[in-house]
């Protein structure tokens, strides 16, 4: 396919199978994807975010008979982060950075590809990816990382509407699955990096004009400005590259948010810098915000609140309560109301050295002499986090809430001065650290070092009940399943499946390349797949 060309249906199979390809999502659909657990219809499952499926025919006896079923070879070299739809036979995926491919969920087979050029302009801090697509009726949403959202016809790959949000030069991108509610779809910006100020949005489907704009970064006279001192606010940063969860009884959408700017000098903004390293709760129809709690106030060590919203009822000291579990960047696990954002309980699930504990309102109370200094100072975590953007998971029949970790990570942080300039890193002096930031920088490391794992934690009482520990670091999403699989993988290439009830590893297979995103799990004709993307390809496994 010309990549040079105009977005336009580029693959003659689309004809053949059009007649096939008739999606018809509808947003009763999307609220109640736990019923149709042989289709994967949102980013993370479900609205919940669960990363759960009650899907039954691969258990803890027999996933030992996987096989590769087809590859999906990407036309591209670069991290392939996306977690695919499933809808009805077919899967919707992006090939990196933003072509969007319709393909055969049993054979592999593409239907149609629409490709998408981005502006050479764009400059994502950390990678030109997509980590996937909503869809409603028979429309299919992206972004950009040239900032545009694009609405292509499912059936066809011929789109619907483009419109830009943002100016790509200044450091603006969408990065994330976007998250349909109702008759809108929600991006959140990225380009934290670039001293850009952070914004959610909603848009509508139809015609793509936007309905509501809830600014990350309060300006003058918006709630929580008076967090930032001097003119900060204008390159606050706060962006949004993970995609939110939602709860229609309460009507309430949850986001998380990025580090301020600049990341590791908080010189040039005194204060606590809301609503960076923040959840939000937002009113889907108007982009009010309801309430929010904030993880890491005056961030200094790019301890980015961008992890998915995990949400469940559980029994909760005597009572059922409607909860969100978070596993922050920070080191910390995390239950709050999502009623009300009440912090219920925070505990540390790796080694943590920045704070010492919480005050009376849940406040995290900083270590002594725990900042960035012309010296440098040794921080744990380090500036990658004890987890980051990839996905948690939670299974309501083991009652675990099961995270990618890195483990003894640490960095040694250094203050130094920066200056804004338009479209160029506003961040200071990057954290050095003895494991490699970047995932091409792979290497064995010995016991003593960090390492990656997963690891299972009680939310109730937040301790640890298992780790299954991992050759290389982690950055691959966690997929459970209600016979007690769990599904993972790592930048080493090995793709896992674990006994979620106590880590026991039952399967593994090497895929040549780094896990950068999340497996799922869908089902066509009764036979149930697996599917992960990995190096540059993405995989389907079935039982032989």
């Known amino acids: 396919m010309n990549k040079n060309a105009a977005p336009l249906v580029a693959m003659p199979l689309a004809i053949v199978f059009s007649a096939s390809l008739s999606a018809q999502v509808t947003f009763d659909r999307l609220l109640h994807a736990d019923r149709e657990p042989q289709n994967w219809l949102t980013y993370s499952g479900t609205m919940q975010s669960q990363r759960h499926s009650s899907l039954s025919q691969i258990n803890t006896s027999n996933v030992k008979n996987l096989e590769m079923q087809w590859v999906f070879q990407a036309r591209s070299l670069e991290k392939f982060e996306a977690t695919p739809l499933v809808v009805d036979g077919i899967m919707y995926t992006v090939q ?14 593409v239907f149609w590809v629409y490709s998408y050029s981005p502006s050479t302009l764009a400059r994502p801090c950390c990678g030109r990816v997509s980590r996937g697509l909503a869809i409603l009726g028979d429309t299919l949403l992206m972004g950009t990382i040239d900032a545009h959202i694009i609405a292509v016809d499912a059936k066809t790959g011929r789109p619907i509407w483009n419109r830009q949000i943002a100016d790509p030069a200044a450091g603006y991108a969408f990065t994330h699955a976007p998250l349909v509610i109702k008759d809108k779809v929600i991006f959140g910006v990225a380009g934290g990096e670039y001293g850009i100020r952070g914004f959610i949005a909603a848009f509508d489907i139809k015609t793509g004009n936007e309905a509501w704009r809830f600014n990350t970064i309060p300006g003058p006279g918006e709630p929580g400005h008076e967090t930032w ?22 009507n309430l959408t949850y986001w998380g948010i990025g580090n301020p700017g600049p990341d590791w000098n908080g010189d040039p903004r005194p204060g606590d810098n809301l609503y960076s390293d923040c959840v939000v709760a937002l009113d889907p129809d108007t982009g009010k915000l309801k309430w929010y709690y904030q993880f890491s106030p005056h961030d200094e060590f790019d301890y980015d609140a961008v992890q998915v919203p995990v949400l469940a009822d559980m029994q909760w000291k005597g009572s059922r309560r409607k909860v969100m579990l978070w596993a922050n960047r920070n080191g910390l696990m995390y239950v709050l109301d999502r009623t009300t954002g009440e912090f219920l309980q925070g505990k540390p699930f790796v080694e943590v050295n920045w704070m010492t504990g919480f005050d009376e309102k849940g406040r995290p109370m900083r270590a002594p002499g725990k900042a960035p200094t012309k ?3 040794r921080i744990l975590p380090g500036n990658q986090g004890g987890t980051n953007w990839y996905s948690p998971s939670y299974s309501a029949r083991t009652g675990l809430f099961y995270i990618p970790s890195w483990v003894n990570y640490d960095s040694i942080y250094f203050k130094q001065d920066v200056e804004y300039t338009e479209g160029k890193t506003y961040a200071g002096a990057f954290p050095r650290s003895p494991i490699p930031f970047f995932p091409n920088q792979t290497q ?37 399943t209600d016979t007690d699989l769990l599904f993972a993988g790592g930048r080493d290439g090995h793709f896992v ?23 799922m799990t869908y089902s066509v004709n009764g036979k149930q797949y697996v599917a992960i993307s990995a190096g540059n390809s993405l995989f389907a496994f079935a039982l032989r």
């Open 96 to 109: 990196p950075p933003n072509d969007i491919v319709a393909l055969d969920a049993v054979t592999g087979s």
């Open 229 to 250: 001192k001097n003119d900060a606010w204008k390159t606050g940063g706060g962006s949004v590259w993970v995609t939110g969860s939602y709860d229609p009884d309460l």
């Open 375 to 377: 010296e440098g100072t």
């Open 444 to 480: 064995q490391r010995k016991d003593t070092e960090g390492y990656g794992a997963v690891r299972a934690m009680d939310p109730v009482t937040g301790d640890r009940k298992w780790e299954f520990k991992m050759a290389d670091v982690t950055d691959a999403g966690i997929l459970t």
């Open 497 to 519: 499946a674990l006994d979620a009830r106590n880590g026991n590893l039952l399967w593994s297979a090497t895929l040549g390349g780094g896990v950068f995103a999340g497996a």
